[in-house]
């Protein structure tokens, strides 16, 4: 998820604590894990696209988290100044004892600039989580996801959840980019996932925004029990596609929305 000084805006409650699930396919998670900060131990940094970089921790005592949820990042300067930043967990709850983030370089940001420029192997960071249960996907139900940009990071935890799992459950996921360059976990995708560019794409695939041709298809095929809809993006971003969605019949009750900026 891209830097921002607040919690992420959701369509409800900012805030609902995780519960114990026995549905297959969910993940329990305690509610006291939420409550204190954990250590974190940078281990692994990953370039995905020329902006955007996946960063690995290990976090011994993480009890787990839902797809799509998030946790808050605070980093302590020698001169104690903290700073303090929301992000979406890239990771599939089943990578016990480790947590993945994947960071834009924001221009101007500090956090997201630290990281990108000197955060090394070995460095120390704390966090507290997991956040929210508006955004979550259990996985006991079909999934319509739809991101650009960093917004695809909590429905890659999704789609990686969907496949450590072996769910059967039926998951789509379109996600927008400028171009393939930008195009975030590209080596991951599958016959899932239908990329939309707006920019430049490969000879053959057309050019432009995420439109109700992309949309509408999907939202017919309507599996037992209906989609849940999930969108991630900018502000923007994410009114476009939900429009798109109501109007291809997809019930607004059942859409989620988490916006960035």
Do not use: K
């Not at 998820?1 to 969910?26: I, Q, Y």
């Not at 949820?69 to 990771?91: F, I, K, N, P």
């Not at 599996?223 to 596609?241: D, I, R, T």
């Amino acid at each position: 998820m891209t830097e921002t000084f607040a919690s992420p805006a959701h369509s409800s409650p900012a805030f609902a604590p995780p519960t114990r699930f026995a549905v297959p396919g969910r993940i329990a998670v305690g509610n006291q894990t939420a409550a204190g900060w954990q250590t974190a131990t940078l281990t692994e940094v990953r370039r995905e696209t020329p902006r955007a970089t996946t960063f690995r921790f290990a976090v011994p005592a993480w009890a787990g988290h839902l797809p799509g949820q998030h946790l808050m990042l605070r980093l302590t300067a020698e001169d104690g100044y903290v700073a303090q930043r929301h992000y979406s967990l890239a990771s599939a709850p089943d990578d016990s004892g480790h947590i993945e983030l994947t960071l834009d370089h924001v221009d101007g940001g500090e956090v997201s600039g630290w990281f990108h420029t000197v955060a090394r192997p070995g460095d120390r960071i704390e966090v507290r989580g997991p956040l929210s249960g508006f955004f979550a996907w259990p996985g006991d139900r079909p999934a319509l996801l739809i991101g650009a940009g960093s917004g695809v990071v909590p429905l890659m935890s999704m789609v990686r959840h969907h496949r450590a799992r072996g769910l059967s459950v039926p998951l789509r996921l379109l996600v927008s980019a400028r171009g393939p360059e930008d195009l975030i976990y590209a080596d991951e995708y599958g016959a899932e996932t239908t990329p939309v560019f707006t920019r430049s794409a490969p000879e053959g695939v057309p050019v432009g925004r995420l439109t109700a041709a992309h949309v509408a298809p999907l939202v017919a095929e309507e599996p037992p029990g209906g989609w849940e809809a999930y969108v991630c993006g900018s502000n923007a971003f994410a009114e476009h596609a939900s429009r798109l969605l109501v109007e291809a019949g997809q019930p607004v009750e059942r859409i989620r929305i988490e916006r960035f900026g």
